[in-house]
């Protein structure tokens, strides 16, 4: 599905990632561990085509669904992003324009890529919305952006990114601006939404809990460099790198150990997946 091969990324003349390799396969969740400034948001923003002025690849290719994204021009990559490709931010504010309703923002969203009228877009819209867990769908709709809480923006967001049922998902750190309990509630959404549209995934975050929780496969990203790569119980497991080690270690749990994975009956169909208690994944949040 997405293949980044020996991926060289540099902001001016400074080289921020250095030979980075790894491949997506359709309706996994990858995700991407490593402390900051390590390149994580460097590599995301060069799969999106958002590098801005300073950044450029210097060397390698990505390559998704069969199309080098390298060699796209800009109208290219714009009508790819949205559509095939869509991303969720950390702060769900990047999502929306604040001073059009969430209505509009679907219809505009849908609009961009295939003519829809406004009844159409409020229909996809709702649904997406019931799907994500809201109740009363309409009443969201009618809202401007700062009238939802951060919780609420975060999910409105991903349905927003997703309207258009792209392939593949980016998601950038998409519930560390979250309280632990809507944290959760997030990830469930995501992971729902991923079922239900048989999405791919590349997720950034900073949080091995979240990992263990929904990830397939894990890359460990340290000073730019792709240190550890793998399934990600083999790695949680079996960590091979001394900062993939450190990063293990890190996790907090109440007796210190590394906790063990349950296979559960709300785990059919999942595999890899990893279930925790509440309490288990407040402490790791
Ligand atoms: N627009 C930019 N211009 C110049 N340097 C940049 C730019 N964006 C990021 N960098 C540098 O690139 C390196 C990698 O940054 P990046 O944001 O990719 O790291 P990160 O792992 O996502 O960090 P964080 O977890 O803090 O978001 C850092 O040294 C950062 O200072």
């Keep these: ?131 994500l867990g809201f109740r009363e769908p309409e009443t969201i709709l009618s809202k401007y952006p700062f009238e939802l809480s951060g919780g609420m923006a975060q999910r409105v967001a991903i349905a927003l990114a997703v309207v258009n049922e792209p392939a593949f998902l980016l998601a950038d750190e998409p519930t560390s601006a979250l309280d632990v309990v809507v944290q959760k509630q997030t990830l469930d959404v995501i992971l729902d939404m991923r079922q239900k549209l048989h999405m791919t995934m590349l997720m950034v975050t900073h949080n091995m809990g979240v990992v263990a929780y929904m990830a397939d496969k894990v890359g460990v990203m340290h000073h730019g460099h792709l240190v550890e790569w793998g399934k990600k119980t083999e790695l949680l497991k079996n960590p091979q790198h001394p900062y993939t080690r450190e990063l293990i270690r890190a996790i907090p749990t109440m007796n210190g150990i590394l906790p063990q994975y349950q296979e559960t009956p709300q785990m059919k169909g999942w595999k890899n997946k990893v279930w925790y208690s509440e309490t288990h994944w407040a402490l790791m949040a």
């Design 1 to 131: 599905m997405l293949s980044v091969e020996q991926l060289y990324v540099n902001y001016g003349e400074k080289e921020i990632l250095h030979d980075v390799d790894l491949q997506v396969a359709q309706e996994e969740i990858v995700m991407i561990v490593g402390e900051s400034g390590s390149g994580k948001s460097t590599l995301v923003r060069s799969i999106m085509g958002l590098l801005g002025e300073e950044g450029h690849i210097t060397k390698g290719n990505i390559v998704f669904q069969g199309v080098n994204l390298c060699q796209l021009n800009k109208k290219q990559y714009r009508e790819l992003r949205g559509s095939r490709i869509a991303m969720v931010f950390q702060q769900p504010e990047s999502s929306f324009d604040p001073t059009q309703t969430i209505h509009r923002q679907f219809y505009e969203a849908m609009n961009v890529h295939r003519k829809v009228n406004v009844r159409e877009a409020e229909q996809t819209a709702k649904s997406l919305l019931g799907m």
